[in-house]
Every structure is written in C-alpha cells, then in structure tokens.
C-alpha cells in the first residue's frame, strides 16, 4: 500500500542548530512531493513542492528538501532553526495520476531561544 | 479572495446527532477535499471530489457522506455521530493539472463528540 512516513515525532532544537525532518514514501512509481507547515493555532501552509527538474528545491522561509528517487525520501532542511519555526510539519505525497494527497503523521519542531 | 472557509469553528455534539460542516472556496477550484487531524496520526484523507458532481472516498470515509453539487461548496455529513469522530475537520482545495495540486486549506472545525 502506499505509505508516507515521518519517523521524527518530535524534535527539539536550540535557535540557530540545523534541522532535517526525514520524509519517505512506500511507492516506485512518479510521485509529487510537498512540505507543509502548521504553526500554532493555524492552518496549513505550504512550504515547497517538487514535481520533476533538480531535486534540491527550496521553499519560503529558507526551508530547503532534496529528493532522492532511490532512497524514496525527500527530507525537508534549514541550516540555522529560529524560534519562529517552533511548529509541526507535514509530508505529503501524491502517487502517480491519482487525486489524493496522502499525508505523514507529521513532526512537532520546538525551538529554544 | 476570501480562500477556503469553514462554518462552524467550533461545534459539540452528542453521540447519536448529525451534523453538516460546511467548507466553500472562491478560488474556483476543480479538486477539494476533506481531512480529519488526530494527534500522532497526522492528517487522513476522508472524501475528496475532482468536480461537481464527481466523488470518492479517502483513507477513512467511514461514517461521513459528501456531495459536490457546485464547484464552490464541498459539505461533509456526520449521520450518527459517535465519539471516535472527535478531530479537527480540515477542508481543502485545488487546481488540478501536472504541475500544481498544491492544497489550500481551510482554517478547520473543531468537532467535539460526547
């Protein structure tokens, strides 16, 4: 079955460490691949999409996520963290040619000042 | 554009009621969707359209009907409510084509069920 999978739960981080949030997705087929952001108390925002060309894309906000086809992931990246970031991020997939958009269980990100 | 809106923000509701929450975009897009957002499971797909009149079901479409009669509305029923629907209820929406899908959502409800 097609999966997505964020296997950080939960991830604390002091202002200005680097950040990688793991992202893989169980499928060999084309896929579109989305980060999304839902800071406290809102709605979700999307972050960067990559649907085919250079697999580094970067997203607002400096957030940056390299997709690698053989290894089915696409991990979402930040150099330097701020407190502003404090929020759970969400991957999402869409499989082939179909419509829905199956998203992982998400990753709760603290930063500390 | 006033996006992807919700009615109600908040809503309680007691085992055995029904309910419609409703989800509307300006936006004129073809594909909308609803999501339910449970701690540590993330969000799951429970219905999505791709048009008027064009439905189908998501990961969890149990216990939850929708229809698409206009592009613009997109309502999600609860027939019998029971307190495993307990969530906040995300609607989304789209354009469809090769090079989007990316997903405008709504600000949610917040469904309680005792």
């Known amino acids: 079955a097609q999966s997505v999978s964020q296997h950080n739960h939960h991830v604390i981080l002091s202002e200005a460490a680097s950040l990688e949030l793991g992202c893989n997705y169980s499928y060999g087929g084309t896929v579109n691949l989305f980060w999304y952001v839902q800071y406290p108390g809102q709605h979700l925002q999307l972050l960067l999409k990559?649907?085919?060309?250079?697999?580094l894309v970067k997203g607002i906000k400096g957030f940056e996520a390299e997709f690698i086809k053989s290894k089915f992931s696409f991990n979402l990246r930040k150099p330097s963290v701020q407190w502003s970031d404090t929020a759970e991020y969400f991957c999402?997939?869409?499989?082939?040619?179909?419509?829905?958009?199956?998203f992982g269980t998400g990753t709760r990100l603290q930063v500390f000042p | 554009n006033a996006g992807v809106t919700q009615t109600p923000k908040f809503q309680v509701l007691k085992t055995g009621q029904s309910m419609t929450l409703q989800c509307a975009q300006d936006m004129n897009h073809e594909y909308m969707s609803w999501y339910r957002q449970d701690p540590g499971m993330g969000l799951r797909l429970i219905h999505y359209?791709?048009?008027?009149?064009?439905?189908d079901q998501g990961e969890v479409p149990n216990g939850y009907n929708v229809s698409r009669s206009t592009t613009e509305d997109f309502p999600l029923r609860l027939l019998s409510a029971a307190p495993s629907q307990t969530s906040v209820y995300f609607c989304a929406s789209s354009i469809t084509g090769t090079s989007s899908y990316e997903q405008y959502f709504g600000p949610g409800t917040r469904l309680t069920v005792t």
């Open positions: 999402a997939v869409r499989f082939g040619n179909t419509d829905k958009l199956i």
């Open positions: 359209s791709v048009g008027a009149g064009i439905t």
């Open positions: 990559y649907f085919s060309g250079d697999p």
